[in-house]
């Protein structure tokens, strides 16, 4: 009558990696013993999504992997579009799930099975459980790197849940900082969720977004004065005589679609209540923002005489509505670059390793084939169904007739020559199950599949390192032959 909960998930986690429960009873031993686990939406915990029933080993342990199930709750967003408002919810991207645990037996191993909560005799549902909410979004922890110290302790924890640990952890997770920071904190980090160098070329009209996890985490709620708070970000620009042109500072509220602050003037304290609302505060833990020269809210951009700009996201200063210039969570430079020789290049989103999406454009060569299956069948040019005679052959029975045709379009795209931490980077693409094109006749990103990738290496006598990579994409949408 006893679930005891020995490990579990983190309370910060990424749904494509094991999400694993395991628990103990002291009513193992009884006829037709099952742990049964119930999984639902912190938004509507009394609907349950997914129940699973396991057995526990010889040991008397059962496991339960509830990522399974979270990868097919969780749907992906697509990339940064060309007006989207200067922040991003995530909306069914990420989630706060509920995990109660509960059991069943009967009194033979012919009877009819009781389910109980787990923490009495009596018949209900599944009630036991070690957090008010887990959170989870669609990532994948790398057991080598990325995510996690070690291969084995990614998406876990003691059964004892201190809010404060993480897979992301001491890279891309600070949700001990203080907020407003009481005195100039004087750090600068990298917390995106992404490995792009944080130096990048671009081209005026190209779209560029970036996204970052905010909040503490705290399942009870409680935590008011510490988070990892992106309280506004700022684009500067400048020419090529380091000429400041202008500057645009954006802040983190509700009317730009970010939150939870609904003004500037608020702190993460006088938000917490909107932070934690249960129908809202999952959309403001993973948030995106878009900072590249193609998405036309921004005014400056169109100063033809930008060479390139810096983009730093701040934290907020303590004892006023401002931000803390000293506090910077992540900062990026955008170099100006121009179409090489009028290539027409193609520029690509995918999903990341931390769920997030990355960009870049192959800018040299685009080159389009089509290979074309062709089903045909033959028409006897003799009338079998003739109703009377003498006849004539039909000549335009043609003999073989084409029924139906598929077009599969394949397109080779070329990079220019990049480093090895571009390379290393542009590595994700190759792997990642969700990559967009940007289509500039309908200005907008659509589905594609990368099919292969070559590359080729530079070493020059002082070993810099070179490599310049060759793709195949295919689009997820095919043309459609003419029947």
């Not at 620009?237 to 645009?248: Q, R």
């Not at 170099?335 to 999406?357: E, H, Q, V």
Request: some cysteine; aromatic content about 12%.
């Amino acid at each position: 009558m006893a679930i005891t909960i020995g490990k579990q998930p983190n309370l910060l986690g990424v749904a494509n990696n094991n999400n694993l429960f395991a628990t103990t009873s002291n009513s193992s031993s009884n006829a037709q013993y099952r742990t049964v686990v119930d999984i639902s939406n912190f938004n509507a915990p009394s609907t349950r999504l997914q129940r699973i029933k396991q057995q526990p080993n010889t040991s008397g342990i059962s496991l339960f992997d509830v990522g399974i199930v979270l990868q097919d709750l969780l749907i992906d967003t697509v990339p940064m579009s060309l007006n989207p408002g200067r922040w991003r919810q995530s909306s069914t991207e990420a989630m706060r799930y509920v995990v109660r645990i509960g059991e069943e037996w009967g009194t033979s191993s012919s009877s009819s099975v009781t389910l109980t909560p787990g923490n009495s005799n009596s018949a209900g549902n599944p009630a036991v459980s070690g957090s008010n909410f887990y959170f989870v979004w669609n990532g994948a922890a790398d057991p080598q790197d990325k995510l996690t110290p070690s291969a084995t302790s990614y998406n876990w924890n003691t059964s004892t849940r201190p809010y404060l640990t993480g897979p992301l952890s001491g890279s891309k997770w600070f949700p001990t900082q203080t907020t407003p920071t009481v005195t100039d904190a004087n750090f600068s980090r990298s917390v995106c969720l992404t490995d792009m160098p944080r130096t990048q070329s671009i081209t005026s009209q190209e779209l560029l977004g970036v996204a970052f996890l905010q909040g503490n985490n705290d399942a009870t709620f409680g935590i008011t004065g510490q988070a990892q708070d992106i309280y506004a970000y700022e684009i500067k620009w400048y020419d090529a005589a380091n000429t400041l042109l202008g500057t645009d500072t954006q802040y983190n509220i509700s009317s730009g679609n970010g939150g939870p602050r609904a003004s500037s003037t608020d702190t993460w304290a006088s938000s917490i209540a909107t932070f934690s609302d249960s129908l809202n505060g999952y959309k403001y833990q993973l948030m995106s923002v878009a900072i590249g020269p193609g998405h036309t809210q921004f005014s400056s951009w169109a100063n033809s005489n930008w060479s390139y700009a810096t983009v730093n996201l701040y934290a907020q200063k303590n004892n006023s509505p401002t931000i803390d210039y000293t506090a910077v969570w992540d900062s990026f430079r955008l170099n100006r670059t121009y179409k090489n020789c009028d290539y027409p290049g193609i520029r690509l989103a995918w999903k990341n390793y931390y769920g997030a999406f990355d960009y870049y454009t192959f800018n040299l060569q685009l080159d389009k084939s089509n290979t074309i299956t062709r089903e045909s069948y033959e028409l006897n040019p003799v009338p079998y169904s003739a109703t009377a005679v003498p006849f004539a052959m039909d000549r335009t029975r043609r003999g073989t007739k084409q029924y139906y045709n598929t077009i599969q379009q394949t397109w080779t795209a070329n990079s220019d020559w990049v480093d090895t931490q571009n390379a290393n980077w542009l590595k994700e693409l190759f792997f990642s199950t969700n990559v967009f094109y940007y289509d500039e006749n309908y200005s907008n990103w659509l589905p594609c599949v990368v099919t292969s990738a070559d590359v080729i290496e530079k070493t020059n006598p002082i070993s810099q390192k070179l490599f310049n990579y060759q793709i195949q994409i295919q689009p997820a949408l095919q043309p459609n032959p003419r029947l």
